[in-house]
């Protein structure tokens, strides 16, 4: 992986825009409406503009996840660390 997360159009595949997040992207993605949500290397969260691929907002932890951000029914994000803390962000 190298780090960057691809925003790709629906109707023939190819790149509209590239967010590099810095360290290799540890996970899936995963989208919420206009939101993707991706993890990466080093603790890092991140929540980027699925239009544009620009940076909404950030968190980072002392810890690297150990999957996927999951979407709870109400729009938070749970996130699991390697460390065996399990976070739930309300997004902004």
Not at 28 to 49: C, E, L, R, W
């Amino acid at each position: 992986n190298d780090g960057y997360v691809f925003g790709l159009s629906r109707d023939d595949g190819s790149e509209i825009w590239r967010y590099y997040a810095g360290s290799p992207v540890q996970a899936d993605p995963v989208v919420n409406g206009n939101t993707i949500y991706a993890v990466s290397k080093g603790g890092k969260f991140i929540s980027i503009d699925a239009t544009d691929g620009s940076i909404q907002w950030q968190y980072t932890t002392t810890s690297d996840f150990e999957a996927a951000p999951r979407l709870t029914s109400n729009g938070n994000v749970l996130l699991a660390g390697f460390e065996g803390r399990l976070r739930l962000i309300t997004p902004p």
